[in-house]
């Protein structure tokens, strides 16, 4: 992945700071050796010295999700110089992500690139941190091993008009949006044009406040359990939409039906099942 989509990434999760103190919102993204991206921000506290950096979010985030080795990690701040990590988040990160290429960059499009051996030659300690009281054995076999989060990576965004579901025309099946993936995943839409139906996976970032069990105005008005009809409150926000597909240039997928609204994360793309 090239340092500037990574930055991207750390620049687009500063909106996700609680900076109110500071007002100086940071965003990190973090690369894993499996090519996961995860983010974070930097969160505060009136107590001021409970401010976490963004990127110790980020590095406690990916090691919650069960990622334990790393590659490259960016940061984006408004500022000049670009920001570096500060001393305790090196030391941190030392321990737990090893010799990571430190990306830095800002607002105004300036990058700067480092290693964090250069930032933090002679770190405290010498414990290896995966030498976890937990082995991995038993983390694989514990029962409840379902319950922990997923973090899944959108591969792509929708574009269109439409900025609430509101505003999404009833003759949506009609409508022209286009599905935008991320360049550096475009080989996979490989022969992808040869599809008339496709599905879109997305994930509706906007959808709050589901219920288990309601009346469903797409089936009758009847009460149905949100598993039991495709209500898009529900409890992973998930949702699957099969639509025309009219165009595939590069990376920019043309598609007729789609009711998302602009901004959708999408999650994958698949054909299909045909009949
Ligand atoms: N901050 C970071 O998130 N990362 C850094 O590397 C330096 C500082 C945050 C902490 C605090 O919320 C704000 O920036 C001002 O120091």
């Known amino acids: 992945m090239k340092a500037e989509t990574l930055l991207e990434a750390a620049r687009a999760s500063r909106s996700r700071a609680y900076a109110p103190y500071s007002g100086f919102p940071v965003g990190a993204a973090l690369l894993t050796e499996e090519g996961a991206v995860i983010t974070g921000s930097n969160i505060e506290n009136a107590s001021y010295g409970m401010a976490v950096c963004a990127e110790r979010i980020a590095l406690f985030t990916a090691i919650h999700a069960g990622y334990r080795s790393f590659k490259k990690i ?9 920001p570096t990590p500060c001393g305790a988040c090196r030391q941190v990160l030392r321990e737990m992500a090893g010799d990571l290429e430190v990306i830095s960059g800002n607002l105004n499009g300036e990058m700067d690139i480092s290693t964090l051996s250069a930032l933090f030659p002679r770190p405290f300690g010498s414990l290896s941190w995966d030498k976890n009281p937990y082995s991995e054995e038993d983390q694989q076999n514990s029962e409840d ?6 973090s899944f990576h959108p591969v792509g965004c ?9 505003a999404i025309p009833s003759n949506y099946k009609e409508l022209l949006s286009q599905v935008i993936i991320d360049p550096e995943l475009e080989e996979g839409l490989y022969r992808l044009g040869e599809e008339e139906k496709i599905n879109v996976i997305s994930y509706l970032h906007r959808a709050k406040n589901y219920t288990l069990k309601e009346k469903r105005s797409g089936r009758g008005n009847e009460v149905y359990g949100v598993f039991a009809c495709r209500a898009p409150l529900r409890p992973n926000s998930i949702a699957q939409s099969t639509v025309n597909l009219v165009e595939v240039n590069k990376n920019v997928l043309t598609v007729r039906g789609l009711d998302l609204i ?3 994360p999408v999650l994958d793309i698949k054909t299909v099942m045909p009949r």
Do not use: I
Not at 158 to 166: C, D, L, R
């Open 262 to 264: 602009n901004g959708t």
């Open 145 to 150: 091993n379902w319950r922990v989060s997923v």
């Open 74 to 82: 960016a940061l984006a701040a408004d500022c000049t110089p670009p």
């Open 158 to 166: 929708v574009a269109n008009g439409y900025e609430t579901p509101q």
